[in-house]
């Protein structure tokens, strides 16, 4: 065997583990879901698992990695469809609330996340990815006078927080109108932002 398809192998294993262990924990959630469980659907041994995650946690922060960097670029993609810079922000804020509405990212985002990694790890992978964006975002908003020029980390950790909020509201509500009606609330919050 080459040393190429050996590292193909890995690769092979590394994403079917991750692909088990993440349609696992989003129909379970972290705490009922067993290791054996895992290498049992991935039709790999435990020692496979242990070769590419020293424990389950760690492989619960892979899965939550891909659940937020494929949300990153859901947003991403939302906002860059647009070609002016407010429009790009409130598109992207909705996409992510969009996103968020699925069930098998609130369980291993929302949900999950903060438990299984604790509050200030949960954050700083958040800060790493989504409030990143939107830091840049609103630079770009305040640089151009369509916001009013005020510190802009205040104002990203508000619109983080009101954002992950709504979605675990959303992520426990029943109401159906709940998607177009926080999308909407989140729309109106962000005008009252505005330059005059």
């Given at each position: 065997?080459?040393?190429?398809?050996?590292?193909?192998?890995r690769?092979e294993?590394r994403?079917?583990?991750?692909?088990q262990?993440?349609r696992?924990?989003?129909?379970?959630g972290?705490?009922?879901?067993?290791?054996s469980?895992?290498?049992?659907?991935?039709?790999?041994?435990?020692?496979?698992?242990?070769?590419?995650?020293?424990?389950?946690?760690?492989?619960?922060?892979?899965?939550l990695?891909?659940?937020?960097?494929?949300v990153?670029?859901?947003v991403?993609?939302?906002?860059?469809?647009?070609?002016?810079?407010?429009?790009?922000?409130?598109?992207g804020?909705?996409?992510?609330l969009?996103?968020?509405a699925?069930?098998?990212?609130?369980?291993?985002?929302?949900?999950d996340?903060?438990?299984?990694?604790?509050?200030?790890?949960?954050?700083?992978?958040?800060?790493?990815?989504s409030?990143?964006?939107l830091?840049?975002?609103?630079q770009s908003?305040i640089?151009?006078?369509i916001?009013?020029r005020?510190?802009?980390?205040?104002?990203?950790?508000?619109?983080?927080?009101?954002?992950?909020?709504?979605a675990?509201?959303l992520?426990t509500?029943?109401?159906?109108d709940?998607?177009?009606?926080?999308i909407?609330a989140?729309?109106?919050?962000?005008a009252?932002l505005r330059?005059?």
């Amino acid at each position: 065997m080459t040393a190429t398809t050996r590292t193909q192998q890995r690769e092979e294993t590394r994403r079917v583990l991750l692909a088990q262990s993440r349609r696992l924990f989003a129909a379970k959630g972290y705490a009922a879901v067993g290791l054996s469980e895992i290498v049992a659907a991935s039709g790999v041994t435990k020692g496979a698992l242990y070769h590419h995650f020293d424990s389950k946690a760690e492989l619960f922060k892979a899965v939550l990695t891909q659940v937020q960097e494929q949300v990153g670029a859901q947003v991403a993609a939302a906002a860059d469809a647009e070609p002016d810079p407010w429009a790009q922000l409130a598109t992207g804020c909705a996409a992510f609330l969009r996103a968020c509405a699925d069930p098998l990212v609130q369980r291993i985002m929302l949900i999950d996340g903060p438990a299984v990694l604790g509050w200030h790890e949960w954050r700083a992978m958040d800060e790493a990815n989504s409030e990143r964006h939107l830091h840049e975002a609103l630079q770009s908003l305040i640089d151009a006078g369509i916001l009013p020029r005020q510190p802009v980390a205040p104002l990203t950790q508000l619109l983080s927080g009101a954002m992950n909020e709504a979605a675990l509201w959303l992520a426990t509500t029943a109401d159906p109108d709940a998607l177009p009606d926080t999308i909407a609330a989140l729309d109106r919050l962000l005008a009252g932002l505005r330059a005059a």
